[in-house]
């Protein structure tokens, strides 16, 4: 795919090749996400930051991004303060807002919404998230999380084993991933999940005919001892139409030390987009795992910093020139210690 220029609203316009060279971008930028260097390469640009729903990483994450190159962040979050309740449509606030940005970030509880946002804007739009459908730049940091923990362990992604738990019928983060696994060979899919909230069959039959080999379980603890990585999410309660709906399924698949320990092979990683739901009649992800090495939670967002730098970086068409107008940093940096 061309980058320059391009919205980013699904895993589907990407291409093995587009994905390994995001990554190789991705790694040149891990010398300014650590404060190692500082560069003004995108000086002047601005990203207008739309969330019309709940985010703090995703949100935060691509205004850091925005701002470690050198750019500037507008804010829009919620309904309220935007003029859309005043019955404005999505396609003027486009036409409206990309004159002042040169690139929008945008979350919008509608599936289908951004792509709508995107066909009236003059400028470059990136999917923070669309109601249930997709949030690709989650899909494509947790891919890269993945090849790097695997990395560490001499393998690549093709091979892989991965259980998805949780709410796999609402959970846009694994409706993308589903997608991008796709590109890869030999790879095999546990999807843990209550039957009423399994992976849209769309996507598992698209897994299959990508020649996945994918099952389908109920059951977390004898689901979870041959894979190389856990994937566990959150019910999406904001998905549902009462809280007691979703309230049936919270706490259904609770993943702590001890089960770990039983179940799973050793060494196993164990991913999650965030929030864990940490409340106790969901504890999806208990804390005692936070002490376990393989736990890359925190390394997962860590990760969407590069992989957010790289998407701004190749869509704005300063790969080349990110170190050219670098410099060292002149404050005292923590994480170098
Ligand atoms: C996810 C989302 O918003 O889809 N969060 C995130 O962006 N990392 C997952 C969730 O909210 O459960």
Same mark, same amino acid.
């Given at each position: 795919?061309?980058?320059?220029?391009?919205?980013?609203?699904?895993?589907?316009?990407?291409?093995?090749?587009?994905?390994?060279?995001?990554?190789?971008?991705?790694?040149?930028?891990?010398?300014?996400?650590?404060?190692?260097?500082?560069?003004?390469?995108?000086?002047?640009?601005?990203?207008?930051?739309?969330?019309?729903?709940?985010?703090?990483?995703?949100?935060?994450?691509?205004?850091?991004?925005?701002?470690?190159?050198? /750019?500037?962040?507008?804010?829009?979050?919620?309904?309220?303060?935007?003029?859309?309740?005043?019955?404005?449509?999505?396609?003027?606030?486009?036409?409206?807002?990309?004159?002042?940005?040169?690139?929008?970030?945008?979350?919008?509880?509608?599936?289908?919404?951004?792509?709508?946002?995107?066909?009236?804007?003059?400028?470059?739009?990136?999917?923070?998230?669309?109601?249930?459908?997709?949030?690709?730049?989650?899909?494509?940091?947790?891919?890269?999380?993945?090849?790097?923990?695997?990395?560490?362990?001499?393998?690549?992604?093709? /091979?892989?084993?991965?259980?998805?738990?949780?709410?796999?019928?609402? /959970?846009?983060?694994?409706?993308?991933?589903?997608?991008?696994?796709?590109?890869?060979?030999?790879?095999?899919?546990?999807?843990?999940?209550?039957?009423?909230?399994?992976?849209?069959?769309?996507?598992?039959?698209?897994?299959?005919?990508?020649?996945?080999?994918?099952?389908?379980?109920?059951?977390?603890?004898?689901?979870?001892?041959?894979?190389?990585?856990?994937?566990?999410?959150?019910?999406?309660?904001?998905?549902?139409?009462?809280?007691?709906?979703?309230?049936?399924?919270?706490?259904?698949?609770?993943?702590?030390?001890?089960?770990?320990?039983?179940?799973?092979?050793?060494?196993?990683?164990?991913?999650?987009?965030?929030?864990?739901?940490?409340?106790?009649?969901?504890?999806?992800?208990?804390?005692?795992?936070?002490?376990?090495?393989?736990?890359?939670?925190?390394?997962?967002?860590?990760? /969407?910093?590069?992989?957010?730098?790289?998407?701004?970086?190749?869509?704005?068409?300063?790969?080349?020139?990110?170190?050219?107008?670098?410099?060292?940093?002149?404050?005292?940096?923590?994480?170098?210690?």
């Amino acid at each position: 795919m061309n980058f320059t220029g391009a919205h980013i609203l699904s895993i589907s316009q990407f291409q093995r090749s587009d994905v390994e060279y995001l990554f190789t971008v991705a790694n040149q930028m891990e010398p300014y996400a650590l404060r190692k260097r500082v560069t003004r390469v995108l000086e002047g640009a601005i990203l207008g930051n739309m969330f019309f729903e709940p985010s703090t990483r995703t949100r935060v994450s691509f205004g850091s991004a925005f701002n470690l190159l050198g /750019g500037e962040v507008r804010e829009t979050a919620g309904f309220e303060s935007s003029a859309l309740v005043k019955g404005e449509s999505l396609q003027d606030t486009a036409r409206v807002l990309s004159g002042f940005s040169d690139v929008i970030c945008m979350r919008h509880p509608q599936a289908g919404s951004v792509a709508d946002f995107a066909s009236a804007s003059r400028v470059p739009v990136m999917n923070g998230g669309d109601g249930a459908n997709e949030h690709p730049t989650q899909a494509l940091l947790d891919l890269y999380t993945i090849a790097r923990e695997l990395k560490g362990k001499g393998r690549g992604i093709d /091979g892989l084993r991965i259980a998805m738990i949780g709410d796999l019928r609402h /959970g846009r983060t694994v409706h993308s991933l589903s997608k991008l696994l796709c590109l890869y060979s030999n790879i095999q899919v546990i999807l843990i999940s209550p039957r009423e909230l399994a992976l849209p069959e769309d996507i598992v039959e698209q897994m299959r005919a990508a020649g996945l080999a994918v099952t389908v379980s109920e059951e977390l603890n004898s689901s979870i001892a041959n894979v190389d990585i856990v994937y566990s999410t959150r019910i999406q309660e904001e998905r549902f139409t009462t809280k007691e709906e979703a309230d049936l399924y919270r706490g259904k698949f609770r993943l702590n030390q001890a089960i770990y320990t039983q179940y799973c092979e050793p060494n196993t990683v164990i991913m999650h987009p965030l929030p864990r739901d940490s409340r106790s009649d969901a504890n999806e992800l208990d804390s005692d795992l936070d002490s376990n090495p393989n736990l890359a939670i925190f390394r997962q967002t860590d990760n /969407g910093l590069l992989i957010r730098m790289a998407l701004f970086a190749l869509v704005l068409d300063v790969v080349g020139k990110v170190d050219q107008y670098s410099h060292d940093v002149r404050w005292y940096n923590s994480r170098q210690n």
